[in-house]
C-alpha cells in the first residue's frame, strides 16, 4: 500500500481509495506550446487557452525572401534623405544663395563642385533603391 500524497496543481489524474488510504494514479502530460500549461497527453486542445496541440490541415505558406528587406530599406531611405539635406545645406550656405559671404577658397569651390551633385543626385537614387529595394 503507498501512503496517501497531496494534490499538486500539475499532478492530475484519478483517486483510488483503498481502505483508509487515497492512491494517486496521474496520466502522462504534455505542456501546453503557448501557455506551458499541463494537460493530459490525448489532450487535442490546452484547457487554459484552447490552443491546439494538433496541427490543423490549414494551408502554410513560405515566408518571402527579399533582397533588401523592409527594415534595411527604412534605414537606406533615412541615411538617403540626410544626404539629400546635406548636399541642399552646401548648395544655399556654399553657393551665395543667402545674405553672408560666399566662400572663394578655390579648394572649398573645387568641393563644393564635386559634393553638391554627388550628394543631392545620389540621395535621390539612393532613396529611390530604398523604396525599390524592399520590394524586390
Known amino acids: 500500500m503507498l501512503p496517501p500524497r497531496e494534490k ?16 494517486w494514479v496521474t496520466a502522462p502530460m504534455k505542456n501546453c506550446p503557448y501557455c506551458g500549461y499541463s494537460n493530459y497527453d490525448h489532450a487535442t486542445l490546452c484547457r487554459k487557452c484552447d490552443n491546439s ?12 525572401t527579399y533582397w533588401i528587406g523592409p527594415d534595411r530599406a527604412k534605414v537606406i531611405r533615412g541615411r538617403a534623405l540626410s544626404l539629400i539635406v546635406l548636399g541642399l545645406l552646401i548648395k544655399v550656405y556654399w553657393g551665395g544663395y543667402g545674405p553672408w ?7 572649398l569651390v573645387t568641393l563644393r563642385a564635386f559634393l553638391e ?3 543631392l543626385y545620389g540621395g535621390a537614387v539612393l532613396w529611390l533603391f530604398g523604396w525599390i529595394g524592399c520590394y524586390i
Open 8 to 23: 499538486s496543481p500539475r499532478c492530475t489524474g484519478a483517486v483510488y481509495k483503498l481502505g483508509l488510504f487515497r492512491l
Open 53 to 64: 496541440f494538433v496541427p490543423t490541415g490549414g494551408t502554410f505558406y513560405q515566408a518571402r
Open 101 to 107: 559671404p560666399t566662400i572663394d577658397l578655390p579648394i
Open 117 to 119: 551633385p554627388l550628394l
